[in-house]
């Protein structure tokens, strides 16, 4: 249910940023298939349950498992957009060039060099994700590390801005050949962007930063939420809360300022919806900011956790890892150089003795003695573990 709710929140986005009707079907189906996980999960503890210290154990499992159905939820409202034909798509486009991480879809050319390697050597050495591959008219979402690309298939990627410039240039052929190491391609900073075919208004360019901040917010409340539960931090669990506060705040900004675009625009049934969209967009968001806000529960209240949980965040596909920085390796270098060299990692918080820095921006510095606590696909742990030769946690 943790792997389904991150993928379903990648698709719903892509659906939304690209109008497509499949990639909404898709969503519907996952919606349905965590519903019934979780029903099934409900199901089979109450089964299993004989006594008060075994409904203690499983009532861990059953608050996160209900925090990631909410997430799930949300996914599914962002994506009927597509489905009601709210539209805003200028926005839409605008938002996910914003974000930290970006979704986009990436045409193969028959002379691209990606065809050369699997897909597992493309996430490795590119620091991507591939959620879903289209090849005529057919979407994939599950394939092998060993599965070979062919010419003119259609990725859905979520990348960070470099690793995704890098990528559409492979892939449209420009680049002959792809470079062993990430590190070699980490300054490329000339962005590859599609073009809006008119520009924002100021309130729009304002609804655009605050639900960034939602989106981007939401994913790091998320994150912190999950580490909390890992390493059974209240720092971290507090981190959430106060995040809470900002998005509640951000929510219903977003929500008025999209009511001021009806004194911009002549009000008819379409803007109507539009800004419907924007609304019910922000009030997604918030819900997920909410779920993880529901995650931390446990761990301000003293409860503990169920060692299965523990293991289900750890073995999931975007786990969590938490490591100190005493490898000259991992310090000495800023935030976006640490993760940019790796590739499939991201730091989520930096401890530095009573401070901890949430989100740290790519120009932070990381000292001998920090504390890193990063989101890592299983490409990224693997490269953590043998690159830097240190214990992860």
Known sequence: MKDLSSLILDLAYSAVLFNDEDLYGEVQRIEHLIDHKNHMLEFN??????????????????????????????????????????????????????????????????????????IFEIMYKLGTDIIAIERQDNWLFRFSDEFELQGDDVLLVRASNEAMDFLREAAAGVIEEVPREQSEFTRRRNLIR???????????????????????????????????????????????????????????????????????????REERKRVYGIIRLATSLEEIADAASAMVELVIGGIDTNPLLKVIIDTSEESITLFEAKNPKTYGKTVGEFELGLGGIWIVALQRGDELHVDPADDFWIEKGDFLTCKVYEEGRYKINEFLNIDTH
């Open 45 to 118: 503890i109450m089964l299993a349950v004989r006594n008060v210290s075994q409904a203690e154990a499983a009532h861990s499992l059953l608050h996160v498992a209900s925090a990631a159905n909410r997430i799930s939820d949300a996914a599914a409202d962002i994506g009927s957009v597509v489905r009601r034909n709210l539209g805003f798509p200028r926005l839409i486009s605008e938002i996910m060039q914003r974000t930290a991480e970006r979704v986009a879809r990436v045409r193969i050319k028959p002379d691209s060099p990606l065809l050369r390697l699997t």
């Open 194 to 268: 599609p073009n809006l075919n008119e520009a924002l208004s100021s309130l729009e360019e304002r609804i655009v930063k605050m639900i960034t901040m939602l989106k981007d917010g939401s994913e790091v409340m998320v994150d912190l939420a999950y580490s909390s539960l890992l390493f059974g931090s209240k720092t971290l669990a507090n981190q959430v809360l106060k995040f809470e506060e900002i998005i509640d705040q951000l929510h219903i900004e977003t929500s008025i300022a999209a009511l001021d675009l009806l004194n911009e625009v002549e009000i008819d």
